[in-house]
């Protein structure tokens, strides 16, 4: 089995940086991702990491640390539309191929 | 291109019933994935198919079943409805299930209220 843990919630202002932290637990560690999910919408994918440190991407880096059993989400120049939920999931190919195991989101809240 | 489509947005059903939800992956993905997210947590894995073959099942009851025809469309069937199957209904695609083709793209699921 595996335990993913992630913050519930995170507040930061316009413009901001927040980095959102995600540990993970697997016997079949085969990538980790990042969705965004928007309140009433469906996961869209951020970002892939499958080998140790940090994959930018615009405004979003992704850095994994396999050894750690760690990753981070980073957002930057934090805009009002940043507001939504962020989930990490690992791949796991223990039982079967594919498979993403989620962590329960973490709610990001942007002020002005 | 279209994304991953899904049938019905939204669905009422009553205890005892039973649902098929549909899904259309993009075009040229392989692979079709299920997932129940229940309000406030993260997506909860059902089953995984690839090349109309089944590759994996989470932990759901016997009354969840799944298939994926030669179009590479997929069907998921809830029998016997329970109140703990009101749910947002996510079907995902992914081209293959190797390295960076295996990333799963996601469709605006199907909300399902049982009363």
């Known amino acids: 089995g595996q335990n993913i843990d992630q913050p519930t919630e995170m507040t930061a202002t316009e413009g901001a940086i927040v980095q959102i932290n995600c540990t993970y637990q697997?016997?079949?560690?085969?990538?980790l991702f990042w969705y965004q999910q928007h309140a009433g919408e469906a996961p869209t994918f951020l970002s892939y990491n499958v080998l140790d440190g940090l994959e930018e991407k615009g405004r979003f880096s992704s850095f994994l640390s396999r050894s750690k059993g760690y990753s981070y989400l980073l957002l930057k120049e934090l805009q009002m539309k940043d507001s939504a939920s962020y989930l990490c999931?690992?791949?796991?190919?223990?039982?079967?191929?594919?498979?993403?195991?989620f962590g329960a989101g973490t709610q990001v809240v942007v002020t002005p | 291109d279209a994304g991953v489509t899904q049938s019905p947005t939204h669905l009422i059903k009553t205890r005892g019933q039973h649902v098929t939800l549909r899904c259309s992956p993009i075009s040229g993905h392989k692979s079709v994935s299920w997932y129940q997210q229940v309000l406030g947590q993260g997506p909860q894995f059902i089953f995984q198919y690839y090349e109309k073959e089944e590759r994996g099942r989470g932990n759901f009851p016997d009354r969840f079943s799944a298939r994926q025809f030669p179009n590479y469309s997929s069907e998921l069937n809830v029998n016997a409805l329970l109140l703990g199957d009101s749910a947002l209904y996510l079907c995902?695609?992914?081209?293959?299930?190797?390295?960076?083709?295996?990333?799963?793209?996601f469709g605006p699921g199907t909300r399902l209220l049982v009363l």
């Open positions: 995902a695609s992914s081209l293959s299930d190797r390295g960076i083709e295996e990333t799963q793209y």
């Open positions: 697997t016997s079949g560690f085969n990538g």
């Open positions: 999931a690992v791949r796991d190919i223990t039982d079967s191929w594919g498979k993403l195991q």
